[in-house]
């Protein structure tokens, strides 16, 4: 943490900045709606349901619904900030409600027979005596909103999440704690010290909020580079970026370690993300929802052709390796039992157990097409887990055989082996950057600084460049740069 102490830093700042803007929003919904529930007491009920039913979303798939939406979804800090507004709602709305009916029906008639009417009755009596049990909606929704932030990272949102999410990539338990501690730090010190000043309620942090809320509402004009989130995305993204940042005069905006394919996919064609590296055999199978090949060329001219006819992207040059899916054992298995294919380890796996990502169960490409051509029958169904975790997970015996990616730093840094295809099952996955017509035509030295990169890394090359980072814990900035200058 010490090292990383000026990224820590401005990861905290940004998740502040997230927190605050929702919760600002979210009470000024919120509020207004609890008042309204004491005065229509028929809408109590479908508010409240709404509110519970939107507080029990799990938050990456809230997250997953809002990508879609136009306004108010997408890829960034917008989407964070309305999953966390939504979040806040119920302690709001409903301490709100309880704080104002719970107010003594004595104090109301003194009041009305001092002569007040229903409005200076509500801001002069009711919300003044309500004001601590709202506040203490406030409060909740604070450290809900910290915790919850966390996710914002999957997709492109900033904060503490970026190291945690990167940690769990790099299977690096460092990493994770230096965005969890401060994470659980700010929950912390936001419930004592809105705990402190619930008596008297400071303006001072809406003031705050709403400074940080316009100062982010203007930027200049950018490229925004995306990846998915694991290690080699990671760099290829800041690779990318660095390029662009090394061969023009653009900002670029990293929005890097977002949730994977189809989050990184919708956010280019969206124009939320102007370039991020995609693979061929991705393309075609999991975007275009076509049949595998093995013809790499021929994988390569259908994705470009349909990406520009249908999307409006150019798949630029191939960067110069091919990241296959690869089927992997712990090496130790694979010496004692003699296996070098996935044909020897096929009668293994009736008393194996299966781990692979997200993705890979369902794809065209993935797990159901694998098992039917190599006759794998596992006992149990596949143990389904975050891609970077697959790795520990077989190093630690708690899985016996995994698909990752044949250019992975951590086969070799955890004592793993790859087994051949021998049934040539995998399409070509060429890595190659794509990148938004629309940005070609504005600015088009940022294709030509791509074209630059076309066929400059070896598969050995970005095996070492994903070891550097997982197996021997660099920076991935640092990785990039040393590579770009070689």
Do not use: Q
């Given at each position: 943490m010490w090292v990383r102490r000026s990224e820590i830093l401005q990861l905290t700042l940004e998740h502040l900045k997230i927190v605050g803007i929702s919760i600002v929003i979210a009470a000024a919904i919120g509020i207004p709606l609890g008042i309204l529930m004491t005065r229509k007491a028929w809408l109590s009920r479908p508010i409240?349901?709404?509110?519970n039913i939107v507080q029990t979303i799990p938050s990456l798939a809230l997250f997953?619904?809002?990508?879609?939406l136009p306004f108010i979804g997408g890829i960034g800090t917008r989407t964070a900030v309305v999953a966390l507004i939504l979040y806040s709602l119920l302690p709001i709305v409903q301490n709100t409600y309880t704080g104002i009916s719970g107010v003594d029906p004595a104090i109301r008639e003194a009041g009305r027979a001092m002569g007040m009417t229903d409005g200076q009755l509500l801001w002069k009596v009711e919300i003044p005596l309500a004001l601590g049990v709202i506040f203490a909606g406030i409060r909740v929704a604070t450290v809900i909103g910290i915790g919850v932030a966390t996710i914002a990272a999957a997709v492109g949102g900033g904060g503490l999440g970026m190291f945690i999410f990167r940690g769990v990539s790099m299977v690096d338990s460092r990493v994770i704690l230096a965005g969890a501690i401060p994470a659980a730090a700010l929950a912390l010190i936001a419930d004592v010290g809105l705990g402190a000043i619930q008596k008297r309620f400071s303006k001072l942090l809406c003031l705050v909020c709403l400074v940080g809320m316009l100062s982010s509402c203007s930027h200049p004009d950018r490229i925004v580079v995306g990846s998915k989130n694991f290690t080699e995305q990671v760099i290829l993204g800041e690779l990318v970026a660095q390029q662009i940042e090394r061969k023009t005069n653009l900002q670029v905006d990293r929005k890097l370690n977002l949730g994977g394919t189809l989050i990184c996919h919708d956010a280019l064609i969206a124009g939320q993300i102007d370039t991020y590296v995609e693979y061929t055999g991705t393309g075609l199978t999991a975007i275009l929802k076509q049949h595998p090949s093995n013809d790499s060329a021929g994988v390569y001219d259908t994705v470009k052709a349909a990406y520009k006819m249908r999307f409006?992207?150019?798949w630029t040059e191939p960067l110069g390796f091919n990241n296959t899916?690869?089927?992997i054992v712990r090496k130790s298995d694979a010496q004692a039992l003699n296996l070098k294919t996935i044909s020897d380890a096929a009668p293994q796996t009736a008393h194996w157990v299966a781990g692979f990502g997200y993705e890979f169960v369902d794809r065209e490409d993935g797990y159901?097409?694998?098992?039917?051509?190599y006759g794998l029958q596992f006992p149990k169904p596949p143990r389904v887990m975050d891609l970077g975790l697959t790795y520990k997970a077989a190093a630690e015996r708690q899985v016996d055989l995994i698909a990752g990616n044949s250019t992975d730093g951590l086969i070799d840094a955890l004592g793993l082996v790859v087994l051949q295809d021998d049934?040539?099952?995998f399409p070509p996955y060429d890595a190659v950057p794509l990148v938004r017509d629309a940005v070609v035509a504005k600015h088009p030295e940022v294709r030509e600084a791509l074209r630059e990169l076309g066929g400059k890394i070896t598969e050995d090359q970005m095996r070492r460049m994903n070891y550097a980072v997982d197996g021997?814990?660099?920076?991935?900035?640092?990785v990039v740069k040393e590579f770009l200058s070689r």
């Open positions: 409240l349901t709404f509110a997953g619904f809002l990508i879609p409006g992207v150019e899916f690869a089927i159901p097409g694998l098992a039917k051509t049934k040539h099952y021997e814990h660099k920076e991935v900035k640092d």
